[in-house]
């Protein structure tokens, strides 16, 4: 059965053209018009995706994510009008997977929805395959690295933090996220990652993996094959 896609707009006139294209890329589709009804309609349909405006009446679509996260990992694709940088970091931090500012073109919207149920499918794959991002393949089943097929020595911090990173290529993970993957049992504080990741990103360079680790300034990082 092909995906469902649950379209938070209060636009009507924007959430037609929304629909209209999903539909075409053979996805199934739910409308709400607003925060309130977009909560009764996750929770009734049970999406596998949800577009989400930022600015609803009723509740914000911030307000919407929180609630989404609370339940589970369901993607959100937010959608706005507001481009300033600090709205996109409040929304990745919140869990967004991804941000599209309007005008956008609903091809690019529908570009970026199959980009990010690519990756939910691929995270929910074997646990026991190998995870490639470019060069890179991350084998956890036996707890190795390898770029360009040659083995890329890393301490288990970095190897845990690396394997997390792989598991959602493209998408920014938040410091306090890979803290949890690597070192769940550990005090540490959050800038123990940035030592971590500063020394596989060294690595990494020394094996001439391409610019793969990538620093989201004020949420985290992200594992990204170069274009």
């Not at 679509?61 to 996109?88: C, M, N």
């Not at 123990?192 to 001439?208: E, G, N, Q, T």
């Amino acid at each position: 059965m092909s995906a469902l896609i649950l379209i938070v707009e209060d636009e009507p006139q924007l959430a037609e053209v929304l629909e209209a294209y999903a539909r075409q890329e053979g996805y199934r589709t739910e409308r709400a018009g607003d925060g309130i009804a977009a909560l009764t309609a996750y929770r009734a349909a049970h999406p596998d995706l949800i577009l989400l405006d930022v600015m609803l009446p009723g509740r914000s679509g911030l307000d919407v994510l929180k609630t989404v996260r609370a339940d589970g990992p369901t993607p959100v694709i937010l959608v706005t009008a507001r481009a300033e940088e600090s709205d996109q970091i409040v929304g990745l931090e919140l869990g967004a997977d991804d941000y599209v500012v309007k005008p956008f073109r609903p091809r690019e919207v529908m570009a970026r929805v199959k980009a990010v149920l690519r990756r939910v499918q691929a995270s929910q794959g074997d646990p026991e395959r190998p995870l490639r991002v470019g060069p890179l393949e991350v084998d956890r089943r036996a707890a190795r690295a390898r770029v360009n097929g040659q083995p890329l020595s890393l301490t288990p911090a970095e190897f845990r933090l690396l394997a997390h990173l792989a598991q959602v290529p493209g998408r920014a993970c938040t410091r306090e996220e890979l803290l949890a993957a690597a070192l769940p049992e550990s005090d540490a504080l959050e800038r123990v990652v940035d030592a971590h990741l500063a020394s596989v990103r060294r690595k990494l360079d020394a094996a001439r993996a391409g610019e793969l680790l990538h620093t989201v300034r004020g949420v985290g990082y992200r594992l990204e094959a170069p274009a």
